[in-house]
């Protein structure tokens, strides 16, 4: 139905599934879009599962929101996690299989989950790094099929490839120095020319782990996207959502203001900007800070945690080691401190006017058992007037033109009528 | 004298020394002693009962090969004779973290180690932490040390219900056992449920129902509790998995009394859950257990488990090796080890030396050969002898190559504790603290030698006493009841922590992070902590400010591990080849292999969002997830 306003041209998928899928005739029931389910098969690669365990803390929405259909408008997702299949785990894989074939009753789409590992150095001896199920070679032999080569049979036919973290984006930490495996991420390995069966690049949701809600989110856009319902959600060069991904994280640190005035940590608990105890927020692409890390509790800096840079696609190496302070920082940090030093100054001044009820500032009297009142100095109320000067300037200040009816109105509350 | 195999004797004082008088102490072509010893019928027999009977089947569960979670398994059933004849456990998947920690700033173990496990992603930031803290001769101070307790805890907050609920829970929800045991579920219907009052089903079926997946109340409770402890962690933690916080020397969290209240709201919410969780797994026990006595053989194994204690003391730790037994003895949670029920030791120091990792069938070169000569540590730092085998003597030597049943067939290593099987899990925690009688006093968890009594408090619901006794037998339903008495345990554990930092901040102390410089000399450290699922371990060693050495030591590499050098089974093939076939199935093609499944999970393999829906098939199929961190380290 919501599909009515826009022509089909509009709809930058031009071989996409929305259109292949339309129904035809109008149905009895209320119908939001073309989809009614969709396949995820989710593949893990040398991963540790962490993903997989943010998504399923996901709210915005929920992991099991999106499984049993409940979400009005958009389809239910089948999820194929690797799993232990009852019936002795054939009807699993089988549904690989019915995917490469193109057998599914509905799109599917892969997420993978951890790096991609070089299985020619492992295959060179015989082995694997890597796998997902097993072929019968016939006798006691059983082929492992590693990760890596399901991802290559199912890309082809998938409606949409998305990585998911950093592993599965930039290679992550399996493809630090010092690794056997050589791993890297799903672009190094599927390369530039990838498109999905809709025309997608591989879409990109780094974070080690990521935010479980930047996962189910962006699938839900792209999903309401698919349904004809939403519009394409931008994504950036690198393909990462562009709404979430913009942004460093230091631009809406809950620390930022700390930084804005020169007010630093220097050791590990204190309440201040952490950039010289190693954090590299100012450099990093990541939405934590605003979006918390679960039900928009937590997130790094919001704690107290220095951010290690875990959603670039430096991670882990060029932010290492840890808990050193960045080279940058030096330069910034200490240019903000000279400006920082100067403002917080002034504005401490101007909090201390702020914090007194007009009916205080006027009798010079606070009466609060708390602590003793600190009288503002001449020069200090001399700077104030001043700063009031520019603060009503070009308009009232509160109180300052009463109207008859208002004088009337305080006239009957005044004891003296 | 607690061992049994390893050539180490005490002296008067209690001092460990290498026995004297053996040519080659540590060589696997010495004889062990070992119990409870669980034998397989021949390679070669077996092939040929494949070969010539319709009954014996391959029961290869091999989509489980998963990746992460990784965990394979390959099994002979006799469907006649209702019991498997061989039992095959693989890790499939091969990091590398070892490896990369070499030649790294120590700093970096803290991030790097802790991406080895996204399930239990928090603990080996901690595990690191200790270890580094150890090389280091550094102490945090007492807050850093309950906040890293507290961090614990609600990470268990979330894994052990995941477990008990997502994972196994749904073996025993209607919807499988229905369609497995259609006799059991008729009984369940019209068996009343002895803690009705606790949890508010009336019958057994009814509390069946409710663990369905996906659609039973159990089941999203569950969901949403996990959801609530990892609230109260990231306000600590900053994220999970994978935590921002941990620091040499501490924590970098920010602790102002918003933290312990935002920590306290969700954290209670734990005590009335425990009541429930407690309630609900004793009566599932009971009723399989009266239903058909047979299910006590169910995952049997013996009672050797191994663990080293969790939820440090502030006013007792002090991260040195030398103190490490009474330290350790001050945990929460005792350190011991129990090998066929009996508790032998709660000397952290011994526990350490009776740690080896076996690689006979595991893709990995053997780096030693068993010579203990020219080792890089003979001895530990308090001058105890250390097996060629230990961790701080281990190399990573990976070797990929085809799996072969007889020879290598994994990516996990084999840990064995003087030389015998033993297993990790939550419930060793339990098992070892009820017996040690070592815990210090406090006002909800007492120790009494033969069982573990909890006082729940009033919250919602009245307060509750439950006691967790030492069981008779050792199988399935035990390790996950024990592992819902831990949710208690762990939930007052908390409880402790929480109180004790309150106390903390009214004495004003509320440094958490302690001033460290890297040193550049030669230095040893571990990191005895515990995960989800267990035992956990870090053995590292550092020279010219830089790792040369990091070994983990996981608990699903215990529990997962393949035969030994005496080829002595792992834990998970054990228990396989103790468990009697008591499925129902009207022909063989139908069998699927519930028995097996069941007693996999009872081990706590790991992974949320355990189920989905088959398109066009009806069928509900659970996902099993090992913890990766077992895969490798």
């Known amino acids: 139905m919501f599909d009515e306003a826009r022509s089909p041209a509009e709809i930058p998928t031009t071989d996409g599934v929305a259109e292949q899928v339309r129904p035809k005739s109008v149905p009895a029931e209320l119908s939001f879009g073309p989809l009614e389910k969709i396949h995820v098969f989710w593949l893990a690669g040398m991963s540790c599962d962490g993903c997989t365990i943010a998504v399923a803390g996901a709210t915005n929405p929920p992991l099991e929101s999106l499984l049993t259909g409940v979400i009005t408008g958009l389809p239910q997702v089948i999820l194929h996690h690797p799993v232990l299949a009852v019936e002795a785990g054939k009807d699993f894989v089988e549904n690989f299989y019915m995917a490469e074939r193109g057998e599914l009753d509905a799109p599917y789409v892969v997420c993978y989950e951890g790096s991609i590992a070089d299985e020619r150095i492992a295959a060179a001896h015989g082995g694997y790094w890597s796998a997902l199920g097993s072929e019968h070679l016939g006798g006691d032999k059983h082929r492992p099929i590693p990760t890596t080569e399901w991802l290559k049979r199912l890309a082809p036919g998938a409606a949409a490839v998305i990585a998911v973290g950093t592993c599965a984006t930039w290679g992550g930490i399996p493809a630090a120095a010092g690794n056997p495996t050589n791993a890297m991420g799903v672009m190094d390995f599927l390369g530039k020319d990838y498109r999905s069966t809709t025309g997608l690049n591989i879409i990109n949701i780094p974070g080690c782990s990521p935010i479980g809600d930047n996962f189910t989110e962006t699938v839900g856009m792209v999903l309401l996207f698919l349904q004809g319902i939403g519009p394409l959600p931008e994504f950036d060069t690198l393909g990462r959502p562009a709404w979430l991904f913009n942004d460093t994280v230091h631009t809406k640190c809950v620390r930022g203001g700390y930084y804005e005035e020169g007010n630093f940590t220097s050791e590990y608990g204190g309440k201040e900007c952490l950039v010289e105890i190693g954090c590299w927020g100012p450099v990093v692409q990541c939405n934590i800070t605003s979006r ?6 937590g997130g790094c800096m919001n704690t107290g945690g220095i951010c290690i840079g875990c959603t670039m696609p430096g991670f882990p190496d060029k932010f290492a080691p840890f808990y050193q302070m960045a080279p940058g920082s030096n330069i910034s940090s200490n240019a903000v401190r000279a400006y920082g030093a100067a403002i917080r100054r002034l504005r401490r001044m101007t909090m201390k006017f702020q914090n007194m009820e007009p009916r205080w500032e006027e009798n010079e009297h606070v009466p609060s058992g708390w602590g003793a009142f600190e009288k503002p100095s001449i020069a200090t109320k001399a700077i104030h007037y001043l700063y009031q000067k520019l603060q009503y300037a070009g308009t009232v200040r509160p109180g300052d033109h009463a109207s008859p009816q208002s004088a009337k109105a305080k006239g009957i509350n005044s004891p003296e009528v | 004298m607690c061992f049994k195999n390893l050539p180490i004797e005490f002296d008067s004082a209690g001092k460990p020394f290498l026995k004297g008088g053996i040519r080659d102490p540590y060589s696997t072509r010495n004889a062990i002693t070992s119990v409870g010893e669980v034998k397989q019928m021949p390679y070669d027999t077996v092939r040929e009962l494949l070969a010539r009977n319709g009954y014996i089947k391959d029961v290869d569960f091999d989509p489980v090969t998963r990746v992460a979670g990784a965990l394979a398994f390959h099994g002979v059933a006799d469907l006649e004779n209702r019991k498997f004849i061989e039992a095959r456990s693989m890790a499939t998947l091969f990091r590398g973290y070892e490896l990369i920690m070499q030649g790294r700033d120590p700093r970096d173990a803290i991030f790097i180690t802790s991406r080895a496990c996204g399930v239990c992603g928090g603990v080996h930031s901690s595990c690191a932490a200790l270890g580094i803290e150890m090389a280091f001769g550094i102490t945090p101070p007492p807050l850093g040390i309950i906040v890293r307790n507290l961090l614990l805890s609600l990470e268990f907050l979330y894994d052990n219900p995941l477990h008990l609920f997502l994972l196994a829970g749904p073996d025993y929800s209607e919807m499988i056992v229905k369609a497995t045991t259609p006799s059991l579920w008729e009984k369940a219907i019209g068996t009343p449920a002895r803690n009705a009052e606790h949890h508010g089903y009336a019958t057994i079926g009814a509390l069946m129902t409710d663990m369905n997946p996906l659609s039973g109340n159990l089941y999203l409770e569950a969901l949403h ?6 609230e109260a962690y990231v306000v600590i933690g900053g994220k999970y998995p994978h935590p921002e916080t941990l620091v040499p020397g501490g924590v970098s969290t920010t602790v102002t009394l918003q933290t312990f209240n935002e920590i306290y709201v969700r954290l209670q919410q734990f005590f009335d859950y425990s009541k429930k969780v407690v309630t609900i797994w004793d009566d599932l026990t009971e009723f399989f257990y009266t239903a058909n006595p047979e299910y006590r053989k169910n995952g049997m194994r013996a009672a050797s488990m191994v663990d080293f204690g969790i939820w440090d003391d502030p006013d007792v730790y ?24 009996e508790l032998v030791t709660t000397n952290l120091q011994n526990i350490n030396l009776g740690i080896e990792e076996f690689i006979e069938h595991s893709f990995y070169k053997d780096w030693s050969n068993g010579d203990a000569n020219g080792l890089a540590h003979p001895t530990d730092p308090s001058g105890a002898p250390l097996s060629p085998y230990h961790p701080w003597n281990k190399e990573t030597l990976p070797s990929p190559g085809g799996q072969n049943w007889r020879e290598k067939y994994t990516w996990a290593t084999s840990p064995r504790w003087d030389r015998q099987v033993f297993e990790a899990g939550s419930y060793a925690r339990v098992w070892n603290t009820a017996a040690a009688q070592k815990i210090r006093p406090n006002p909800f968890i007492e120790s009494t030698g033969e069982s573990l009594k909890i006082r ?5 619901k009245p307060e509750m006493n439950i006691e967790w006794k030492i069981p008779s037998v050792w199988n399935t339903f035990e390790r996950n009841r024990a592992r819902a008495y831990g949710v208690a345990f762990t939930a007052m554990a908390a409880m402790n922590d929480w109180m004790k930092g309150l106390d903390l901040l009214k004495q004003g102390k509320t440094a958490v992070s302690t001033e460290f410089e890297i040193p550049k000399t030669n230095r040893i450290g571990v990191g005895f902590w515990g995960a989800g699922r267990g035992f956990l371990s870090h053995h590292m060693e550092l020279d010219k400010g830089i790792v040369t050495n990091y070994q983990i030591v996981t608990p699903s590499t215990i529990n997962a591990s393949p035969m030994d050098a005496w080829d002595k089974h792992g834990p998970y093939e054990e228990a396989v080849l103790n468990t009697p076939i008591l499925e129902e199935f009207d ?28 398109a066009g098939e009806h069928t509900v199929v659970r996902e099993i997830n090992t913890c990766a961190c077992g895969v490798d380290g």
């Open chain 1, 292 to 297: 918390g890390a679960i039900n928009h509790m």
């Open chain 2, 225 to 230: 509790m996990t959801r609530v402890a990892r």
């Open chain 2, 318 to 341: 002090d991260a040195t090796y030398e103190n490490c037994n009474t330290w350790g003895e001050n945990r929460w949670a005792t350190p011991g080890a129990v090998i066929g029920g």
């Open chain 2, 456 to 460: 729940l408090p009033k919250a919602a």
């Open chain 2, 587 to 614: 022909k063989q093609e139908n069998y699927k292999g519930i028995d097996l499944l069941r007693t996999l999970r009872s081990f706590d393999p790991c992974m949320p969002c355990t189920t989905h829906i088959y």
